[in-house]
Antibody, heavy 120, light 106 residues
Framework: VQLVESGGGLVQPGGSLRLSCAAS????????MSWVRQAPGKGLEWVAN????????YYVDSVKGRFTISRDNAKNSLYLQMNSLRAEDTAVYYC??????????????WGQGTLVTVSS | DIQMTQSPSTLSASVGDRVTITCRAS??????LAWYQQKPGKAPNLLIY???SLESGVPSRFSGSGSGTEFTLTISSLQPDDFATYYC????????FGQGTKLEIK
């Protein structure tokens, strides 16, 4: 199992960024997937979840209306479109896989993370 | 929203010690609780799920207990590799993490 994030970088407040997570080594279309972030020196914060078929999506309140989680099961890829970025969105963003198929469950595999910095 | 509160925030201990970390939920989460270990610069590692089930490959010195609103993670005999930060996570309603407990060498 491998999860590889990409797309992070430096962006100005109010800007947009799209993160990607390439999955391999498992049947991607059978698992809920998540984005979890960690601000520098801080704890973990769940950002969003998406069901295996993309039919259900959930977000933490602080990103609702600004971030969109999506997936392309044909490409074994997870995405996070981030708009109207704020300084407080600065963090390492991890993609993660639920530990059981077709289940809302804790994450057993994580990517290495991609750093998003929102600053002028 | 469900809030998760861990205690203590920092714990100093020695190799061989038995240590316990507590996690409290702001409302009942049954046993929908997980524990993670995280080392600096690394992604979290799942230790325990469903409050007391040991994830595959995790040493048996780690154990979890509790239900409802009170949970504990116990390390029976600390090893050098265990000094890290530990997080609880509820998955009863969305996900919420505790603020973390840093386990330091005394």
């Amino acid at each position: 199992v491998q999860l590889v994030e990409s797309g992070g970088g430096l962006v100005q407040p109010g800007g947009s960024l799209r993160l990607s997570c390439a999955a391999s080594g498992f049947t991607f279309s059978s698992y809920w997937m998540s984005w979890v972030r960690q601000a520098p020196g801080k704890g973990l914060e769940w950002v969003a979840n998406i069901k295996e078929d993309g039919s259900e999506k959930y977000y933490v309140d602080s990103v609702k209306g600004r971030f969109t989680i999506s997936r392309d099961n044909a490409k074994n890829s997870l995405y996070l479109q981030m708009n109207s970025l704020r300084a407080e969105d600065t963090a390492v963003y991890y993609c993660a896989r639920a530990r059981m198929t077709s289940s809302w469950a804790p994450a057993d595999y994580w990517g290495q993370g991609t750093l998003v910095t929102v600053s002028s | 929203d469900i809030q998760m509160t861990q205690s203590p925030s920092t714990l100093s201990a020695s190799v061989g010690d038995r240590v316990t970390i507590t996690c409290r939920a702001s409302q009942s989460i049954n046993t929908w609780l997980a524990w993670y270990q995280q080392k600096p610069g690394k992604a979290p590692n799942l230790l325990i799920y469903r409050a007391s089930s040991l994830e595959s490959g995790v040493p048996s010195r780690f154990s979890g207990s509790g239900s409802g609103t009170e949970f504990t993670l116990t390390i029976s005999s600390l090893q050098p590799d265990d000094f890290a930060t530990y997080y609880c996570q509820q998955y009863n309603t969305y996900y919420t993490f505790g603020q973390g407990t840093k386990l330091e060498i005394k």
